[in-house]
């Protein structure tokens, strides 16, 4: 969880292993797109600077939250990348709807995890408010974007140790 002490950003550079000759699949909800569009800018950007080439970023939107387990898989179906990073954003209503939606992705992502033999990074915002999407959207605690793709190559390095 992003808090003041321990913002989202806040990784160690010299601990990312490089990226370069790696393939990425981000798959962006459109729902929420003016958070949504950071989290993409914040992914794309740190996979650019720890080595991956913009020819091996693959950026694929679907239209919200719950179709991005649907996204992930067949993005892997078709190009094949060494790891795919899905993000959206849920900010919670006076429905159920909230629970609903981010429990889904959760089980997807944690299914396709169990099942793939690829990394399958889980890059959704489950907030109360908009205003604490926009702080993990780039603003005060970081971007969960960033993090999202710190983890995807940190997961690929993991997965080729133990192959």
């Known amino acids: 969880m992003a808090t003041e002490l321990h913002p989202l950003s806040g990784y160690d ?12 699949a ?6 929420n797109p ?10 794309y950007n740190t996979l650019l600077k720890f080595g991956a080439k913009a020819e091996n970023i693959t950026v694929a939107y679907v239209p919200g939250s719950f179709e991005l387990v649907y996204g992930a898989k067949r993005v892997v179906e078709s190009i094949r990348p060494d790891a795919v990073i899905g993000l959206g954003c849920v900010i919670k209503g006076e429905t159920p ?8 992705v959760t089980h997807g992502f944690t299914k396709l995890n169990a099942q793939g033999d690829i990394p399958y990074i889980f890059g959704l915002l489950t907030t109360n408010t908009l205003q604490q999407a ?4 780039g603003g005060k605690l970081g971007n969960k974007g960033d993090e999202a793709a710190v983890a995807a190559i940190k997961m690929i390095k993991f997965a080729c140790d133990f192959k």
Request: proline share 5%; with cysteine; net charge negative.
């Open 97 to 104: 709807h909230f629970e609903y939606v981010c429990s889904a």
């Open 26 to 31: 981000i798959i962006v909800s459109e729902w």
């Open 134 to 137: 926009i702080d993990r959207a």
């Open 13 to 24: 550079p010299a601990t990312v292993p490089d990226a370069s000759g790696k393939c990425f």
């Open 34 to 43: 003016e958070i949504t569009s950071k989290l993409k800018e914040g992914a």
